[in-house]
């Protein structure tokens, strides 16, 4: 059996450190794919993305309670937190990347990858080498250089094994400030609700919780709580049909599901900033999109660091960054074979500060709703 690579609090905060910046990795894939979707069209695919993208934002809280309760800081504001995309996340037997790609088939296929269960055949194979290409790898062990997890599963099985050692031997391990814990009245998604943490049990029910709903320590369709995998909502899209109880992972059997791949806006894939002609109006709309992006990080650092009334701010922001998205997507982007314009996620380093210099409520750069 492999030895444990988490032996002391440090870390475990280093472990869920990474955690926040994996569950947020996923979030700008998922509304690039949404904002795509040409107005008045695919109505199950915007939906079905739109929860997952809202139940990543649980996860996020998730991982900020127990970094919390274990005398960590929340900042989704850190030089770095945010990809540069493509970026790796583990998949098992085979790499991929995650690309920002319009609605299609092969974006699924990717959000697949992402969400799909893994659990690795022995103990010995959690952790692989890191590949070789430079690119960066999310779900890689911070205190095991150049080692990352077979999948999602496995890297949060690594952290709840990490806790239950760590706790064993530290019987002040949960000694944090009670106060930043986010509770369940500051959030709501309809797909699980906020764990305040406090102990070795409310941190593993939290950690399972998020392997569960979308990555899969257990390989079941639904959850605990009766709500469909992350997995699962995604091959629907794939499949064309919805999913019962009882139907068999690779056979849904209820309503049938469309889905129009051609009425979405075809943007450039993982478009940069260095895409945009020089001193552009569109250039412009992508920077102000990247600030927007990073004042709305801020605002999460915020909620997580004593102030968790703004979660419910945070989460409104997400949706009404969509005035930037259209004014992206539903522009031609000069010079890339008639491919639309999307946002880069390339985040200015003013908001690469730290918690202390996220902005207060109201400060925050607001999207314009259309």
Not at 135 to 157: C, D, H, K, N, Q
Not at 235 to 251: E, S, T
Request: aromatic residues 10%; hydrophobic residues 40%; charged residues 20%.
């Amino acid at each position: 059996m492999t030895a444990s690579t988490i032996n002391n609090r440090d870390d475990l905060i280093s472990y869920l450190h990474v955690a926040l910046a994996l569950e947020h990795a996923t979030i700008p894939p998922y509304l690039t794919a949404y904002y795509s979707i040409q107005p008045t069209t695919n109505s199950d695919a915007a939906h079905i993305i739109r929860v997952v993208a809202v139940e990543e934002m649980l996860h996020l809280t998730l991982v900020a309670n127990v970094l919390n309760a274990i005398g960590g800081k929340p900042d989704l504001t850190r030089p770095g937190f945010v990809p540069s995309y493509p970026a790796y996340l583990p998949d098992g037997e085979n790499d991929f990347t995650v690309d920002l790609r319009p609605l299609s088939p092969e974006a699924v296929e990717t959000f697949c990858k992402i969400e799909r269960p893994g659990q690795a055949p022995s103990a010995d194979a959690r952790l692989l080498r890191t590949p070789d290409s430079g690119g960066r790898v999310l779900a890689f062990s911070p205190t095991a250089e150049g080692m990352r997890f077979y999948s999602i599963g496995e890297f949060y099985a690594e952290i709840i094994e990490g806790l239950e050692k760590v706790a064993a031997d530290d019987p002040k391990l949960f000694s944090g400030d009670p106060a930043l814990q986010v509770g369940p009245e500051y959030f709501y998604s309809g797909g699980g609700a906020v764990i305040v943490v406090s102990d070795l049990d409310s941190a593993g029910r939290a950690l399972r919780f998020i392997a569960a709903q979308g990555e899969g320590l257990d390989s079941g369709i639904y959850d605990a709580d009766g709500e469909l995998a992350h997995y699962y909502r995604f091959r629907q899209l794939q499949l064309g049909r919805y999913y019962q109880v009882g139907d068999d992972p690779d056979a849904p059997s209820g309503p049938p599901l469309r889905v129009a791949w051609d009425d979405v806006y075809k943007v450039k894939v993982s478009a940069r900033l260095a895409d945009y002609p020089a001193g552009s109006e569109l250039a412009g709309v992508a920077r102000d999109f990247n600030a927007d992006y990073g004042a709305f990080l801020a605002l999460l650092t915020k909620a997580f660091n004593g102030q968790p009334g703004l979660l419910q701010d945070a989460v409104c922001d997400m949706f009404r960054l969509r005035d930037g998205f259209n004014r992206l997507v539903r522009n031609p982007l000069p010079g890339s074979d008639g491919l639309h314009a999307a946002p880069t996620f390339e985040i200015p380093a003013a908001f690469g500060a730290g918690p202390e210099a996220a902005p207060a409520a109201g400060e925050s750069a607001q999207g314009v709703t259309r």
